[in-house]
């Protein structure tokens, strides 16, 4: 009786807080899909996508680089300070994006530190360099993250192993650790990616929000309900779009995770 | 190729984990270096393969100083307790790793492979991965792994002490006959007296970061330099200064002039031996080993008064 009546007060709860607003979203975008549709196909709209798939690919790749070689350092590395290296990661899940896109238009603007980029015409902000780099920093702990633990607990014999057979450091790396961490990495990528292609806070500040040149699909879903007028079916359409993609990243996760389970 | 260890020290911050250590291991040899958990021994042979690095002294390998070089160019086969299989990889390509690194033709590493395969038994399993192994088995393909790669030296560090009682005795023995077909310089680690004493040709006994004796398993435990030694390898009694092994005591039914009088507490049977566990008339206790035919003649019984007589014993000055 105590498990059944936990079992549906878990499922109202999440019915509630999760599949409500969703499915509402679904239930509006269904009721106008030639409006939806409209507003997907609109060239402004597919430059938006176009846009925050490029900076998410660009965040990914950055952030797989540099999460490995720093897992690296923080499990592996015997430097000084991997202690507050690894405190620090963890900085922008607690920072709000407001105030990462804040602090970089700060940095970046005309009489911040790094103004000169943008007094001599190296458009830094407003323009997708910022984008790219507020998108990075949001998300820089995923893979950092998903790596640490699964380094510690592959630990170091199977890489003395092939030092002892004759692999170098780079050998060893490529066959032996990197393999090993395959798993972990995935799912920093995925993460990441979620993580990026969802950002808007950071963004929303830095990017000028240009439709058709600076605008990423969160921001053009705020702008089309921002100026609504009354026609949400936009808003929806592209709500929807961005929505469902979280939901197939969500299932892909699942549908790997029986692998690393096997191995 | 034989292998020199001279001088060794090696600090972990206040720590001495190694003081001083010398050893020579024969062409040909099989060593062990045995001693307590702490005693130095693994340290010693991580610093032999280049895993760790002394803080002084010097290891020679083949006569040629490698003290400064890093474990690719050392040439050693390693194998560790437990077992470092590369869990990605099948069976087959965690015995080829050595020789892809070296890159050896396609058609050579199989030979190979499948040869050392065979060595170890593990012909049938080429295609599994190490999670599809017992523990014996990845040991095995451990010990392959390490003897792809004709290594100068072979260094166990204790091989088979994850593993259950009755494998670890199979493995030791076959160990030991793999050695006696390759003669491959071998020093294996062990906290196992009755292992190193069944394979080695050589003990070095460790304690606290010092070689305690080096010599034969039967130097070692018939001449045992000093108490540290005697009471380690094997089992002994202390009598003030005299140490007597339990073999070494004779139990009768009648007094004489040198026996003391104990009561039986215990009569544990092993097989062929019995342990009679005694009690003295001070409280002390100690245990006697003899044969079940032995026993069974003087119809020894829980609660019985016998006498005790040290027929050998050793005294440390």
Sequence with gaps: MGRLSLRFAALGYLTVILIGPLAMMVWRTAEDLDGAWAAISDPDTVAAFKLTLMVTAIAVAVNTVFGVVCALLIVRGTVRGRGFLNAFVDLPLSLSPVIVGFSLVTLYGLHGWFGWFQRNGYEILFATPSIVLATIFVTLPFVVREVVPTLREIGTEQEQAAQTLGASGWQTFWRITLPSIRWAVVYGVVLTAARAIGEYGAVALVSGNIAGETQTATLRVEDAYQFAYGNYAPAYGISFVLAATAIVILILMIVVQPKEARH | ?317
């Design chain 2, 1 to 317: 190729m034989s292998i020199s260890i001279r001088h060794i020290t090696k600090r972990f911050d206040e720590f001495v984990a190694l003081d001083d250590v010398s050893v020579e291991v024969a062409r040909g040899s099989l060593t062990a270096l045995l001693g307590p958990s702490g005693s130095g021994k693994s340290t010693l042979l991580r610093i032999v393969a280049g895993l760790e690095t002394a803080d002084q002294g010097a290891v020679f390998i083949d006569e040629k100083n490698v003290t400064g070089r890093a474990p690719q160019e050392r040439g050693v086969g390693f194998v560790f307790q437990h077992y470092a299989a590369f869990k990605h990889m099948t069976v087959y390509d965690n015995v080829a790793f050595g020789l892809k690194i070296r890159k050896r033709s396609k058609a050579e590493i199989e030979e190979r492979v499948h040869q050392l395969l065979q060595l170890v038994q593990l012909e049938g399993l080429a295609k599994r991965y190490p999670s599809q192994l017992s523990g014996g088995q990845r040991q095995r393909m451990g010990l392959a792994r390490a003897l792809a790669i004709d290594p100068a030296v072979l260094l166990l560090d204790e091989p088979f002490g994850a593993l259950d009682a009755q494998v670890r005795a199979e493995l030791r023995d076959w160990l030991r006959r793999l050695h006696d077909e390759t003669h491959t310089t071998t020093v294996i680690v062990t906290h196992d007296q009755e292992e190193a004493m069944e394979v080695a040709d050589q003990v070095a006994v460790m304690s606290a970061g010092r070689i305690e004796q080096i010599g034969s398993p039967r130097d070692v435990y018939e001449r045992p330099a000093n108490e540290f030694v005697m009471t380690f390898v094997g089992q002994a009694h202390q009598f003030g200064d005299t140490f007597v092994r339990p073999h070494d005591l004779e139990v009768t039914l009648e007094p004489n002039g040198s026996t003391s009088e104990v009561m039986i507490d215990r009569i544990v049977h092993f097989g062929f031996n019995v342990r009679l566990d005694l009690v003295g008339a001070d409280g002390e206790r100690l245990s006697v080993q003899t044969t079940r035919d032995h026993a069974e003649l003087l119809e020894f019984a829980p609660g019985q008064i016998v006498y005790v007589r040290p027929t050998r014993h050793t005294t440390f000055t």
